[in-house]
């Protein structure tokens, strides 16, 4: 019985290493919608929305850029109107003054995109950030499973006290280059994961997540972090791309397209978000 039981075990391994072959599914192709990112801020910078045509869902290569569009964010609020200029390349570019910004905290704001005739339309409004007090840097030593030596880092901010919940992307970067990936998405209500912590510290996950696990800064890395208020709808909207851009493994669900607040009664169908944020950020050097 004892040499029975581990055949069956052996075969039973067998089986699940084994079928390794290669599955090739073809998806029928459909029509290409136009893509819009439209994620406006008030930094005193140049702001760039881009439009580009969506490809086949295992295309390798870069969305195609879309000229020729007319792009205009509206201040529904002031009444004033920003025209976006056609860089050529899928950028749509309104360059500041480093004395002025586009976004004021309670403004509403629409987005016209005009594209072969065809136009598409959102509303949004900006809502308030909060600070990034501190960024902490902690050298440390080798650690267990080929963890490098050098420096972890966490950010220190505190959540705005009420009336209505409070939702932010806090964005990272180390030397300049922006954590971008579906993991690398750091979003929070009211500091934490969801209701319940109005007015309190930041949660560590939050926190911490400024660096992806396991990785270490080098000494003189330079450590920034921002803070990009969000609509609740747009918060929602960033926890489905990162649910799609993560969705892997055993237990994956089909792949869908994430939700758009962006309309339009043209037959070429469109996906994509406008947000306006307000931001604050800090730099820290690991030292």
């Known amino acids: 019985m004892k040499a029975i039981k581990l055949l069956f075990s052996i075969l039973t391994v067998i089986s699940f290493t084994s079928c390794e072959d290669v599955v090739q599914v073809k998806l029928d192709s459909g029509a290409p919608m136009i893509t819009i990112d439209a994620f406006v801020n008030d930094m005193r910078q140049a702001q760039t929305i881009r439009l580009t045509y969506s490809d086949n869902y295992f295309s390798q290569k870069a969305n195609s850029p879309i000229a020729g569009a007319t792009v205009i964010v509206k201040d529904v609020t002031s009444g004033q109107s920003y025209n976006f200029t056609d860089n050529t390349n899928g950028n749509y570019v309104f360059n500041l003054a480093n004395t002025d910004t586009i976004g004021r905290v309670g403004h509403t704001y629409e987005l016209t995109v005009t594209h072969q005739g065809n136009v598409y339309n959102a509303t949004t409004a900006m ?27 966490f950010f220190i901010g505190k959540d705005p006290v009420g009336p209505i919940p409070d939702y932010f992307w806090v964005k990272s970067y180390r030397n300049g280059v922006f954590y971008n990936k579906g993991l690398d998405i750091n979003i929070t209500m009211d500091g934490a994961n969801g209701a319940g912590s109005d007015g309190l510290i930041f949660i560590p996950p939050i926190a911490n997540g ?27 909207f960033l926890t489905q791309v990162q649910a799609q851009t993560t969705n892997s493994g055993l237990f994956a669900t089909t792949p869908e397209n994430v939700k758009t607040n962006i309309t339009t009664t043209s037959t070429v ?18 030292e």
């Open 210 to 236: 400024i660096v992806p696990r396991g990785e270490r800064f080098d000494k003189y890395d330079m450590c920034r972090v921002e803070i990009h208020s969000l609509s609740e709808q747009a918060y929602n």
């Open 127 to 153: 809502y308030r950030t909060t600070s990034v007090d501190s960024i902490v840097v902690k050298y440390k030593e080798e650690g267990a499973f080929g963890t490098k030596a050098g420096y972890d880092l």
């Open 269 to 286: 169908k469109v996906v994509g978000w406008f947000n306006m944020a307000a931001v604050n950020w800090r730099q820290q050097i690991a």
